[in-house]
T-cell receptor, first 111, second 114 residues
Framework: QKEVEQNSGPLSVPEGAIASLNCTYSDRVSQSFFWYRQYSGKSPELIMSIYSNGDKEDGRFTAQLNKASQYVSLLIRDSQPSDSATYLCAVVMDSNYQLIWGAGTKLIIKP | DAGVTQSPTHLIKTRGQHVTLRCSPISGHKSVSWYQQVLGQGPQFIFQYYEKEERGRGNFPDRFSARQFPNYSSELNVNALLLGDSALYLC?????????????FGNGTRLTVT
């Protein structure tokens, strides 16, 4: 089992709709979770960090964390074509205190 | 403000050669981390340095080494290059050395080994 798993996609969403990206992780006691966005040929950039169970909202982005079920998700409301990118989930594994990355989900927003 | 800068942007090397990649962190950031990213995969952790000391090392062979200088810039060295070393090498800086600190990435160095 991979430590951090994401559906590779591509996930195709119409413009204006809600895009839902999911990530599961193996370390039950992980405490820190991050979503990064990576445009093709560019480096990752931080979108959201979340540390506690529940929802965290920042503009059109909402991160959701459920530690009991070991998943973290990212919702993008009112999706725009500029949101088309690969979204990377990263988790700090308590077992080795390293930041472990998923392979990313490619999101395509169709005008 | 200048972000994280990496050089060179692209590099082509032959198997068996050696390569040095360079990174300058954001001003005020004391931690530098190096990642390898192969197409279609997430970044793989190579090294982290904080205050010029190695804080962490990923699962990479001894052919990979790094160091951090007094001005917090860093070098990643790879010896005896293999075809499988072809990847995007990312440098990221953060203010503190905490593994949960938000990372600020440079634009990367695209290494091609032929």
């Amino acid at each position: 089992q991979k430590e951090v798993e994401q559906n590779s996609g591509p996930l195709s969403v119409p413009e204006g709709a809600i895009a839902s990206l999911n990530c599961t992780y193996s370390d039950r006691v992980s405490q820190s979770f991050f979503w990064y966005r990576q445009y093709s040929g560019k480096s990752p950039e931080l979108i959201m960090s979340i540390y506690s169970n529940g929802d965290k909202e920042d503009g059109r982005f909402t991160a959701q964390l459920n530690k009991a079920s070991q998943y973290v998700s990212l919702l993008i409301r009112d999706s725009q074509p500029s949101d088309s990118a690969t979204y990377l989930c990263a988790v700090v594994m308590d077992s080795n205190y390293q930041l472990i990355w998923g392979a990313g989900t490619k999101l395509i927003i169709k005008p | 403000d200048a972000g994280v800068t990496q050089s060179p942007t692209h590099l082509i090397k032959t198997r068996g050669q050696h390569v040095t990649l360079r990174c300058s962190p954001i001003s005020g950031h004391k931690s530098v981390s190096w990642y390898q990213q192969v197409l279609g995969q997430g970044p793989q952790f190579i090294f982290q340095y904080y205050e010029k000391e190695e804080r962490g090392r990923g699962n990479f062979p001894d052919r990979f080494s790094a160091r951090q200088f007094p001005n917090y810039s860093s070098e990643l060295n790879v010896n005896a290059l293999l075809l499988g070393d072809s990847a995007l090498y990312l440098c990221a800086s953060s203010f503190s050395g905490g593994v949960g600190s938000p990372l600020h990435f440079g634009n990367g160095t695209r290494l091609t080994v032929t």
